[in-house]
């Protein structure tokens, strides 16, 4: 099993505040996916990093994949009370038929 | 277009019994995963399918199984239901795996009593 450990677990920031969300393994992975869930509804892709030291931007976020592909970081600038859901982060197991979720981040922004 | 489309719902089953979950994926994707989340956690993947055919599997008890149509269509089967599998039953599809990004339906929300 390749597991993806995030952190923190939970964070409750006020808005305008910035922060990072780290998603950690000891396993390669060929590429690493980004997905926002909010209650009740699915996980939503947001980016996928597929070249080790890739930085990508989507307006407030960047997303960072880690030179050895083992790690990646989705930092958030400004947070909005709109950016408050669970953040995964996800890849493709090496067997190429597995794919996992990490343990998820709950952020929450207080207006 | 529609999106990725789960049925039912809601649902509430007894411990034992068995349930058959069901995804339409979006037109044209031909792979579909299914995947466990429970409260509080990122999902388990239990299955993906492709071209009607199993290519994954997850760590989950032969209770639970699955099967692609020709219409690229799935069904998440589970049976002898236990307490323990209450949880939000997520459907993905995507065009051919996890490199293309996966797209999500809003789930199942099972409750076994």
């Known amino acids: 099993t390749q597991l993806l450990e995030q952190s923190p677990q939970f964070l409750s920031i006020q808005e305008g505040e910035n922060l990072t969300v780290y998603c950690n393994s000891s396993?390669?992975?060929?590429?690493l996916q980004w997905y926002r869930q909010e209650p009740g509804e699915g996980p939503v892709l947001l980016v996928t990093v597929v070249t080790g030291g890739e930085v990508k931007k989507l307006k407030r976020l960047t997303f960072q994949f880690g030179d050895a592909r083992k790690d990646s970081s989705l930092h958030i600038t400004a947070a909005q009370p709109g950016d408050t859901g669970l953040y995964l982060c996800a890849g493709e197991g090496n067997t190429g038929n597995q794919f996992y979720f990490g343990t998820g981040t709950s952020l929450t922004v207080i207006p | 277009d529609a999106g990725v489309t789960q049925s039912p719902t809601h649902l509430i089953k007894t411990r034992g019994q068995q349930v058959t979950l069901r995804c339409s994926p979006i037109?044209?994707?031909?792979?579909v995963s299914w995947y466990q989340q429970v409260l509080g956690q990122g999902p388990q993947f239990i299955f993906q399918?492709?071209?009607?055919?199993?290519?994954g599997r997850g760590n989950f008890p032969d209770r639970f199984s699955a099967r692609q149509f020709p219409n690229y269509s799935s069904e998440l089967n589970v049976n002898a239901l236990l307490l323990g599998d209450s949880a939000l039953y997520l459907c993905?599809?995507?065009?051919?795996?996890?490199?293309?990004?996966?797209?999500f339906g809003s789930g199942t929300r099972l409750t076994v009593v």
């Open positions: 399918y492709y071209e009607k055919e199993e290519r």
């Open positions: 396993s390669v992975f060929s590429s």
């Open positions: 037109s044209g994707h031909k792979s």
């Open positions: 993905a599809s995507s065009l051919t795996g996890a490199n293309y990004g996966y797209t």
